[in-house]
C-alpha cells in the first residue's frame, strides 16, 4: 500500500516506521521544517521525505493518509484528498491496526488527561504488569507498538487524535470532562468539540467499558443508545458502579465490592485531581488490580511537570506554574484550589475564550492580573474593574518582575495561561520551563 505520512512530528515520525515495518511504501512530507533529530531517523529507516512544501501529485497518489494531528481538516491537501476519495486517518487509527492481544486504556477529557494518564500508568506498572504510556504524552503509539510490545498501552489522546479515528477501539475509555477548548478549530461549536471527545468510545461494545463523569451534562446528553458497560464517577453520592466522593473520602462501590480511600492519603491536591483519582480508581478495578495496590499507588503518585507545579518560595511568596492550563476551565480549577491572594500570569493565543466563567473564583482573589503574549486585549476587558491592578508585559521575565513588585508574603504568584503558548513559545513545555528558569533568578 501507498502510505504518505502528513507531518513529521513525533506521531508521523512513528507512523511511518510501522507503516515500514509491515512492507508499505512510505513518503513523509512536511510544510514546515523537519527536526533534524526525525530527519536522521528517516534517512537511517532509507524513508524519503520532504519539509517546506507538499508535492500534491505525490501526494494525491495515496492509497492512504496519516494526518497529524496539528493539521486541520480545512488545509488546502486535505481538502484535495478528499475531493479524491483516499482515506485520511490518525496515527492512533493506523497504531491500532497493528495492535493484536494487548488492551488498551484510552484518556480522553478537556483537563486532567495527563495526571489521569500517568496515575493510571503508574498503577498498572506497580501492579507489576507489562505496560507503556503513549499517544499526546510521551512516545507516540505507534513507536511503542514497534518497540516496546506491552500487554497494556495507556494513551491519552486529544480531540484532534480522535478527529481521524475509524475502527480503533479501546478495552477501557476515560471521557474525564467536555468544557470548551480549541474550539478555533471546531467552528466555534461546543457541539462539534464534545463529538470528537465521544468518538474514544464509538467503536466499543458490551465487553468493553467506558468510564465518565457523571455530572457532566454534555457527555450524559450524548450517550444514549451505546452498548458498552458504563461506570460514573461524581461529586456526589450515587448507586451505580463507579465512584463518589464525600468529605474527607473517594467512595468506590462496584458489583462484587465497595471501598474508600481516606482523601488525605492521596498524594493529589485540588477537587479536579480527585475526578482524576476516582477515574483511575475504576481503571484500577477493571483490570483487577488489588486495592490495596491501588492505594499505594495513589500515595506515591507525584503530579506531572506544569500542573499546579511548585517551584519556589521567595519572601514567602509561593511561584506556582501551571502552564499546561491551556483553557478557561483548567485555570478555574487552578485558582479554586488556591487559597491566599494570587498574582496571576496569564495569555498567549487566545481560543475562543468565555472569561466570565473566571469570574466566581477571579473576583476577590486574583489581587494583580499581568498579561503575557498575543491576545491580552481580552484578558484586560474581561476583568477590567474586577481585578484592581492590570498590568501587560512582552516576555516572561518581564512578566515575573512585576509579579515579584506586587506579590507580598503569604501569597502566591501563579503562571496559569488560558491560552495556548505559540506566540512565545513552540508549546507549553516551553512556556512552562522558561517560567521555572526566570523563577529561580529572581
Known amino acids: 500500500?501507498?502510505?504518505?505520512?502528513?507531518?513529521?512530528?513525533?506521531?508521523?515520525?512513528?507512523?511511518?516506521?510501522?507503516?515500514?515495518?509491515?512492507?508499505?511504501?512510505?513518503?513523509?512530507?512536511?510544510?514546515?521544517?523537519?527536526?533534524?533529530?526525525?530527519?536522521?531517523?528517516?534517512?537511517?529507516?532509507?524513508?524519503?521525505?520532504?519539509?517546506?512544501?507538499?508535492?500534491?501529485?505525490?501526494?494525491?497518489?495515496?492509497?492512504?493518509?496519516?494526518?497529524?494531528?496539528?493539521?486541520?481538516?480545512?488545509?488546502?491537501?486535505i481538502q484535495k484528498a478528499k475531493e479524491k476519495n483516499i482515506e485520511i486517518i490518525s496515527e492512533i487509527e493506523w497504531g491500532f491496526r497493528y495492535v493484536q492481544d494487548a488492551k488498551i486504556i484510552a484518556i480522553t477529557g478537556s483537563n486532567g488527561k495527563t495526571t489521569t494518564s500517568n496515575l493510571v500508568y503508574k498503577m498498572?506498572?506497580?501492579?507489576?504488569?507489562?505496560?507503556?504510556?503513549a499517544g499526546n504524552v510521551g512516545n507516540s503509539?505507534?513507536?511503542?507498538?514497534?518497540?516496546?510490545?506491552?500487554?497494556?498501552?495507556?494513551?491519552?489522546?486529544s480531540s484532534f487524535q480522535l478527529d481521524g479515528i475509524v475502527d480503533f477501539k479501546p478495552y477501557v475509555s476515560v471521557i474525564l470532562n467536555i468544557t470548551?477548548?480549541?474550539?478555533?478549530?471546531?467552528?466555534?461549536?461546543?457541539?462539534?468539540?464534545?463529538?470528537?471527545?465521544?468518538?474514544?468510545?464509538?467503536?466499543?461494545?458490551?465487553?468493553?467499558?467506558?468510564?465518565?463523569?457523571?455530572?457532566?451534562?454534555?457527555?450524559?446528553?450524548?450517550?444514549?443508545?451505546?452498548?458498552?458497560?458504563c461506570l460514573v464517577f461524581s461529586n456526589e453520592p450515587h448507586?451505580?458502579?463507579?465512584?463518589?466522593?464525600?468529605?474527607?473520602?473517594?467512595?468506590?462501590?462496584?458489583?462484587?465490592?465497595?471501598?474508600?480511600?481516606?482523601?488525605d492519603d492521596v498524594n493529589l491536591k485540588g477537587k479536579h485531581n480527585l475526578h482524576n483519582g476516582m477515574?483511575?480508581?475504576?481503571?484500577?478495578?477493571?483490570?483487577?488490580?488489588?486495592?490495596?495496590?491501588?492505594?499505594?499507588?495513589?500515595?506515591?503518585?507525584?503530579?506531572?511537570?506544569?500542573?499546579?507545579?511548585?517551584?519556589?518560595?521567595?519572601?514567602?511568596?509561593?511561584?506556582?506554574?501551571?502552564?499546561?492550563?491551556?483553557?478557561?476551565?483548567?485555570?478555574?480549577?487552578?485558582?479554586?484550589?488556591?487559597?491566599?491572594?494570587?498574582?496571576?500570569?496569564?495569555?498567549?493565543?487566545?481560543?475562543?475564550?468565555?472569561?466570565?466563567?473566571?469570574?466566581?473564583v477571579v473576583e476577590g482573589k486574583v489581587k494583580s492580573l499581568i498579561c503575557l503574549g498575543e491576545h491580552y486585549e481580552s484578558l484586560v476587558k474581561a476583568f477590567t474593574g474586577m481585578v484592581p491592578k492590570i498590568e501587560i508585559a512582552k516576555n516572561m521575565e518581564q512578566a515575573l518582575n512585576m509579579a515579584y513588585d506586587n506579590a507580598e508574603h503569604g501569597e502566591v504568584v501563579l503562571l496559569s495561561p488560558a491560552c495556548a503558548s505559540f506566540d512565545l513559545y513552540g508549546n507549553y513545555e516551553e512556556r512552562g520551563d522558561d517560567f521555572k528558569n526566570k523563577v529561580r533568578q529572581l
Open 239 to 263: 448507586t451505580g458502579q463507579g465512584a463518589f466522593l464525600t468529605d474527607d473520602k473517594m467512595n468506590f462501590h462496584f458489583e462484587d465490592n465497595s471501598y474508600s480511600m481516606n482523601i
Open 141 to 157: 503509539f505507534a513507536r511503542e507498538l514497534l518497540e516496546n510490545p506491552v500487554d497494556y498501552y495507556v494513551l491519552e489522546l
Open 1 to 77: 500500500m501507498n502510505i504518505i505520512v502528513l507531518g513529521a512530528g513525533e506521531s508521523g515520525i512513528g507512523a511511518a516506521l510501522l507503516a515500514q515495518k509491515h512492507g508499505h511504501a512510505i513518503f513523509v512530507s512536511d510544510f514546515g521544517t523537519i527536526k533534524s533529530n526525525y530527519k536522521e531517523e528517516l534517512d537511517q529507516a532509507d524513508i524519503s521525505w520532504e519539509e517546506g512544501k507538499h508535492t500534491e501529485a505525490k501526494i494525491l497518489a495515496a492509497d492512504c493518509i496519516i494526518k497529524s494531528p496539528g493539521i486541520p481538516e480545512t488545509a488546502s491537501i
Open 180 to 229: 470548551p477548548d480549541h474550539l478555533d478549530r471546531y467552528n466555534n461549536s461546543l457541539e462539534q468539540y464534545a463529538s470528537s471527545k465521544l468518538n474514544i468510545t464509538k467503536n466499543q461494545n458490551e465487553g468493553d467499558y467506558l468510564i465518565y463523569w457523571g455530572e457532566d451534562q454534555w457527555i450524559s446528553d450524548m450517550l444514549a443508545n451505546l452498548k458498552v458497560q
Open 279 to 360: 477515574a483511575a480508581g475504576i481503571v484500577g478495578k477493571l483490570l483487577n488490580i488489588r486495592k490495596e495496590s491501588i492505594r499505594e499507588s495513589f500515595a506515591q503518585f507525584s503530579n506531572v511537570a506544569h500542573r499546579l507545579e511548585e517551584v519556589l518560595s521567595i519572601r514567602g511568596v509561593r511561584y506556582i506554574n501551571d502552564s499546561k492550563a491551556t483553557n478557561v476551565n483548567a485555570v478555574w480549577y487552578a485558582l479554586d484550589s488556591i487559597v491566599e491572594p494570587i498574582v496571576w500570569i496569564a495569555g498567549g493565543i487566545d481560543k475562543g475564550n468565555d472569561y466570565s466563567e473566571l469570574n466566581a
Open 124 to 133: 498498572i506498572k506497580d501492579a507489576g504488569l507489562s505496560v507503556c504510556l
